[in-house]
């Protein structure tokens, strides 16, 4: 099942597919405003393929920690629903 | 004597050890801490070592040598512009994978490297064991297992080092990026070796498809033709792969260094989760994180001032009842007042008023920084920086700025856009720092009572929110996301916070000490010249009339933006005496507390402001900040007066 990074409980795991730059889906716009976070998560990992855990969310719909490839990750809501990944529930 | 002279780059990720190891090699005390993005410019400093003098240049960390951040521009740039002669890559070795990412684009730039397998210790505890030798093979590279914070390792790295330079032998072997991709760089790189241009035409090549801004603005100067090609190839790896070539450039470097790291590493994992991970859960607990931060942050104050407090009584005390000794030497004419209330009178004050609260303050802080902590806080913030217009990262420069605004306002790099930097730099210089924490500690909370000093803090807090509110909504725009590494907590590094508590103060009394001499000498002489009066007068109609305060009060603010801690010694030094309580009442102490903590970014910090974001935004943000202090000093006194 396709599922944003941020719809994931705490705990479980997914493959990451892709990163979109902007809420929708895909490698739209390139030089676009979220071109660089995009790279900036791919540098750091995640990239398509990737095994992500969601630690845990905190409150308040605030940021996500995540584990990914040994190490752990804060990353804001906003930039973890443009994260899509492949989970089996 | 000819000397050869080197140049080492140390280059790696973010929080890995660099400035631990530069400061080791050279000596020099660069910012230590356990949290990422630290050292936010270029440090440089000078090692001697057989015949050679080497220069070691500590860098930024980062993840990549793209060019998304600041950082990653000022490290690319030194090592790919400047080139050094010898690039030490300094490696967590309990985060092989991620660090090898990086390495792999050293190697494409095709550097002489040395690695350093650094944190070998922490590896360890995480039951990680590395065949370093094997790793060494894999890469081509010469690879040195280290622990920075001891020392060990050090010497043969700085050996190797040496070494690899005086060969000046081989570059590293590059890696393979699969067929379809590789038959591209080929094609590319043939057409960038035609033209002029300072970098490796492969790594060119590769930065091309990876559609690198620098890099395409430059070669379309020379040739358009290459950059239209890139694009072209650039598409048919996109139309093989189905994600857009950066993407799956950057997918093939991790899979290599996934596969190398397979084979050279052999993980355990320890069989009950460990304390620093049960000390992780419950300090970013949904509900328990909160509360937890909260009385930490309470303990801290009060213990600071708890000591602060009982060290302040017992020096000032036994200081000022020197005098008499002091007035016996000198006498009580011109030359035994300036003596005694110019010099002597001033440094006691510094000393009494100031380094009883300043020595465990940094202290804390410095061994807050290097437990960890401060990246969970940051976690917990980061919706309600959003409300700010900023996101969690931005608490760290804030919690700096309580040590001193100065490096608070350099740690704003971390933000990613100019915005949202100037933004944290604007709370920055609202938050109270260590010299105004000697204020409301030393005057509100030893003379009105602890949970007035409490309620300042507060009152601050709110200050802060409000204001950033209103600059939120004057600087338009969207606060970017939070991407944040937590790295592990770990017990503090007693010698790393020891000596860097030491360096701070030292860095404090040369800084202020000279100040407090001249400032109260100033001071001094006005008051024999029967000056004192006239001055003060001009200023009473804010000080007397709207703020309620005396009249001499004006004059140690004026020296307050100097340095603000100055406004209290000064005082002391007028007054006569430390106990504050006998010229002053509650509610003038509360009020002077007050605008002192807000009326003005101390010189130092309207410096870091003028270098990091120009004049005219530091002129308005320190003018905003006279009026508002004066605005809500007149307020409370009133309110408090009522
Ligand atoms: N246990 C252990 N801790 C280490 C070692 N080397 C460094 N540290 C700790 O790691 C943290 C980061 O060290 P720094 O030297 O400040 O890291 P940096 O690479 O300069 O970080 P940035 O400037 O932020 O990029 C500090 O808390 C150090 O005490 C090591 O070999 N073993
Ligand atoms: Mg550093």
Known sequence: ?89 | MTENKFRVALAGNANVGKSVVFNQLTGLHQHIGNWPGKTVEKAEGTLHFKDYSIDIIDLPGIYSLSTFSLEELISREYIAVERPDLVINIVDASLLERNMFFTLQLIELETPIVMALNQMDMAKRKGIKIDHEKLEKLLGIPVIPTVAVSGTGIYELLEKAVETIEKRGKKPSQMNYGEEVEERIGALSELVQKIHYPYPSRWTAIKLLEKDEQVDREINKIDPEILHASENLAKEIEEIHGHSCSTVITSERYEIASRITREVQEVTPPTKPPTRERIHTLTTHKIFGYPIMAVTVLLIFYSIFTFGDYTSGLLGDSLFGLKPIFEGIFGTGVVGKLVWGGIIEGIIGGVTVALPYILPFYFVLYFLEDSGYLSRIAFLMDKFMHKIGLHGKAFIPVMLGFGCNVPGCLGCRIMETTRERLLAAFVVTLVPCAATTVIILGLVGRFVGFQWALALYVVDLLIIFILGRIAFKTLPGEPTALIMEMSDYRVPHMKTVLKQTWFRLMDFITMAFPLIIVGSLVIKMVEILNLLEPIASILSPVTVTWLGLPAITGITLIFGVLRKELTLIMLATLFGTANFAEKMTSVQMIVFTLVAMLYIPCIATIAALIREFGWKKTYIITVSEILLALLLGGITFRLLSF
């Not at chain 1, 940021?63 to 804060?74: F, H, K, N, Q």
């Open chain 1, 1 to 89: 099942m396709e599922l944003r990074l941020s719809d994931l409980r705490d705990g479980e795991s997914g493959v990451v597919i892709s990163i979109g730059t902007s809420r929708g889906r895909g490698d739209a716009d390139r030089v676009g405003r979220g071109w660089g976070f995009r790279k900036r998560l791919e540098d750091m990992g995640l990239t398509p393929g990737t095994e992500v855990t969601v630690v845990r969310s905190a409150p308040f719909s605030g940021p996500l920690e995540i584990y990914v490839r040994g190490s752990r990750l804060a990353i804001g809501r906003r930039m973890a629903e443009r994260i899509f990944v492949e989970v089996k529930r």
